[in-house]
């Protein structure tokens, strides 16, 4: 071996050296993620911005006239809400008039937004009556804010309902148990499975006369349960779509958090129980603090796939009965493809897309804040 082996390069070569490795490596980042950027690109970016442009003209599907720019009036046809107080009508001794139902009588509220140039466009969205008088609560698109309040009950019952079963069916893998893989295959097949086949499964599952859920309630209750209108009751709807969107889901946050639990270190779990921990005391001190980064994730993504809820309520319900499961998303793709309005669907879309945004971010902001 010659000295010339030893020689180290100057550090100016090392540094080039450096530098072109790294513009290298930069160059295949970029390259491999090239198909990435460009579908988020034209999928995603310049759909909004289109959105964005549509949400302030009157652009139509098919309409034989121009399309013309209106401004804001989109924004205010979807957000304007207002109310109104009634009081009231008596008869000539200053008697409340009753109606048949002993209810006292006002006057008729179309009346009253015909003759106010103030309540042009608005239309009724809830009554609230205090003895003789009552407060009217009007908006331009009552369909809107009730759908939106729609998506917020579902949000906040399928969340917890599918993140505890997604959570309890990973633990019950993680225990070991024999057949695992095969549970772990069947509680993951729902995911793969098409959400309009499955839709379409559970509302046969759900049927009134012949549906094997009513006739598993009424056997287990010992016929106490009698049968249950699951889609043709306002009041049953929107449990019906959180119970089968939990079920359908669970199977993918099951496996997230699969792969928490799988990391966790043994040796806590050792620790605590040369400490005398049980099982609760396990679970809460070590399973749940190790689960912290996996369970924000689900949440988070959980949430957000539950404000794009469609897919069931168009094969299920189709936003009925009387409005009970009209979603946001629902609501835009029908004005916008159905009625044909893009200009109204892209201004919905607009809106909810900040909304979505502004929920995810505070969530992010209260998990961090927690942790610090």
Same mark, same amino acid.
């Given at each position: ?29 970029w ?33 034989p006239n ?59 969205l ?21 759908s939106?309040i ?7 019952? /399928? =969340?917890?309902?599918?993140?505890? *079963? $997604?959570?309890? +069916?990973?633990?019950? #893998?993680?225990?070991?148990?024999? !057949? ?88 806590l ?28 994730? /689900? =949440?988070?993504?959980t949430?957000? *796939? $539950?404000?794009? +809820?469609?897919?069931? #309520?168009?094969?299920?319900?189709g !936003? ?44 992010k ?8």
């Amino acid at each position: 071996m010659t000295d010339s082996a030893f020689i180290q390069p100057p550090p100016m070569a090392r540094t080039k050296k450096n530098d072109s490795l790294m513009r290298r490596q930069r160059f295949y980042g970029w390259l491999m993620g090239s198909p990435a950027f460009l579908g988020l690109i034209l999928f995603i970016f310049v759909p909004f911005v289109m959105a964005i442009i549509l949400s302030f003209t009157n652009q139509r599907l098919l309409s034989p006239n121009p399309t013309e720019g209106v401004g804001f009036r989109n924004y205010d046809r979807l957000l304007a809400v207002t109310w109104l107080k009634q009081d009231a009508q008596h008869d000539e001794q200053n008697h409340v008039l009753l109606d048949a139902k002993g209810e006292p009588q006002f006057e008729r509220l179309r009346k009253v937004l015909r003759q106010n140039e103030s309540y042009k466009g608005y239309d009724e969205l809830s009554t609230f009556t205090f003895s003789d008088s009552r407060v009217v609560i009007l908006a331009k698109d009552p369909l809107f804010i009730k759908s939106f309040i729609n998506t917020i009950k579902f949000a906040f019952m /399928v =969340i917890p309902l599918q993140c505890g *079963a $997604a959570l309890l +069916l990973a633990l019950l #893998v993680n225990m070991g148990l024999k !057949g695992t893989n095969f549970f772990r295959t069947a509680y993951f097949a729902p995911v793969v499975t098409s959400m309009v086949v499955v839709s379409i499964v559970w509302t046969f599952l759900y049927h009134k006369d012949i549906g094997l859920v009513n006739e598993f309630l009424n056997k287990i209750s010992f016929g106490m349960i009698g049968k249950i209108n699951w889609l043709g009751d306002p009041k049953w709807s929107m449990p019906a779509i959180v119970i089968m969107s939990a079920w359908q889901g669970a199977g993918y946050q099951m496996l997230i958090f699969l792969a928490g639990l799988q990391n966790i270190p043994e040796d806590l779990y050792e620790a605590a129980s040369l400490d005398g921990a049980n099982s609760w005391q396990k679970f809460r001190n070590v399973t749940l603090p190790g689960l912290r980064n996996t369970t924000i994730f /689900v =949440i988070i993504s959980t949430t957000i *796939a $539950a404000f794009g +809820l469609f897919t069931q #309520v168009d094969v299920m319900t189709g !936003g009925g009965p009387s409005d009970s499961t009209s979603t946001v998303m629902y609501h835009a793709v029908r004005k916008g493809f159905r009625e044909q309005d893009i200009g109204y669907g892209a201004t919905i879309s607009v809106v909810y897309f900040l909304v979505i945004l502004a929920i995810a971010l505070g969530q992010k902001y209260y998990f961090d804040k927690r942790e610090k």
